[in-house]
């Protein structure tokens, strides 16, 4: 179970919203990368950035500061002698282009969220082009997927959404609660379980983690097919520490069945 520190950018700065609201933004940073470093020294093997103005605009627009994060991570790679870490990035990705820079920028992984709700097409043409690079980021109320920021709810299952994605190619989902977004109200590890069996690939869970009770609630299923989580607001105030919580969930995954 691999826990991946949230990055959010909005104008330049980290911050973290509660529902996806931007007027309920908390500023933690004024300066992501040396963000990023920290949650490297803390353990972290993989980042997740998300460009908040980028997705609410439909088009990049935190892009120097994602590209200050990525030189800042092969600094550190190479003063720690460690292979390429692993960084992921979502929000205002509509076009290849855009996808093949980033990618050319060091990205590993770029998330597709609206886009492929609103643009199937896209995303398979994305998965096609960029192969093992294209996450699928679905962000669900109530089951039903929420697109433009999570400003509007689509009538689209996540589920069906899912298994349609998974045909495309995509290399992995990461499946939000928007409801528990932000709120660390705790994982909606039901929801997160009963998509995960539903497809092949790996999901990613997101949205509500608080402490370390959710992270070991999470272990106990990660053989459904959830690798990872997503923690956000919860290292951040200090409820989870990620150092300690990944070497639980370490423990925890080594640990053989009874």
Not at 136 to 157: F, I, N, P, R
Request: proline letters at 3%.
């Amino acid at each position: 179970m691999l826990l991946i520190p949230a990055i959010d950018l909005k104008d330049g700065h980290c911050v973290r919203l509660k529902q996806g609201d931007m007027n309920q933004a908390t500023v933690f940073s004024e300066d992501p990368a040396a963000m990023a470093r920290h949650w490297l020294l803390q353990g972290a093997r993989r980042l997740h950035l998300v460009d908040l103005n980028g997705a609410f605009a439909g088009k990049p627009k935190n892009e120097s500061a994602v590209k200050a994060i990525l030189q800042m991570v092969r600094e550190f790679a190479l003063e720690n002698d460690i292979e390429e870490i692993p960084v992921q990035l979502g929000g205002g990705i509509r076009d290849l282009d855009t996808i093949e820079r980033y990618l050319d920028s060091g990205l590993s992984y770029i998330i597709i969220g609206t886009a492929a709700v609103k643009n199937p097409g896209f995303l398979h043409d994305a998965c096609g082009a960029f192969p093992g690079q294209i996450i699928v980021g679905l962000d669900a109320k109530d089951g039903k997927v929420a697109t433009d920021g999570w400003s509007k709810l689509s009538g689209h299952e996540v589920i069906d959404l899912a298994k349609k994605f998974e045909g495309y190619g995509a290399e992995a989902i990461i499946y939000t609660d928007i409801g528990r977004d932000g709120m660390m109200g705790g994982v909606n590890v039901e929801a997160t379980v009963k998509l995960a069996q539903a497809v092949r690939i790996p999901v990613i869970a997101s949205g509500g983690v608080h402490d370390i009770s959710d992270v070991e609630a999470l272990c106990a299923v990660q053989d459904e097919g959830i690798e990872g989580v997503i923690c956000g607001r919860s290292i951040y105030e200090g409820s989870l520490d990620l150092l300690s919580a990944q070497e639980r969930a370490d423990a925890l995954s080594e640990q053989p069945e009874e």
